[in-house]
Nanobody, 125 residues
Framework: QVQLVESGGGLVQAGGSLKLSCEGS????????MGWFRQAPGKEREFVAG????????NYAESAKGRFTISRDNAKNTVYLQMNSLKPEDTAVYSC??????????????????WGQGTQVTVSS
């Protein structure tokens, strides 16, 4: 069982930055692929970025490439999402997710086994 708790969301002006954190529990955290998803009002949840336990294996949505960076610190059971050059269209609830014991980085939400409650990110214009 893995429990995930996100933090770091908030209100920021367009062009600003935020760094989200997701702290996980469980002995197998280091072997989980971790993903960040987001859901804007009235829209479906979408993949943002993911990282396998092999840290060089990452995956980004096109909307995130060049602006967002995912990283992890297995010693702290934490995955991060550094978001730069934020846009109003980045406004959403951001959730982290874990997929157990894999080196793959899927983009489909059904592939992930555990989810956090989410943290709100609001970007004002």
């Amino acid at each position: 069982q893995v429990q995930l708790v996100e933090s770091g969301g908030g209100l920021v002006q367009a062009g600003g930055s935020l760094k989200l954190s997701c702290e996980g529990s469980g002995r197998t955290f280091a072997r989980n692929t971790m993903g960040w998803f987001r859901q804007a009002p009235g829209k479906e949840r979408e993949f943002v970025a993911g990282i396998s336990w092999i840290e060089s294996n990452t995956n980004y949505a096109e909307s995130a490439k060049g602006r967002f960076t995912i990283s992890r610190d297995n010693a702290k059971n934490t995955v991060y999402l550094q978001m730069n050059s934020l846009k109003p269209e980045d406004t959403a609830v951001y959730s982290c997710a874990a997929k157990s014991l894999t080196a793959k980085v899927p983009i489909a939400e059904y592939e992930y086994d555990y989810w956090g409650q989410g943290t709100q990110v609001t970007v004002s214009s």
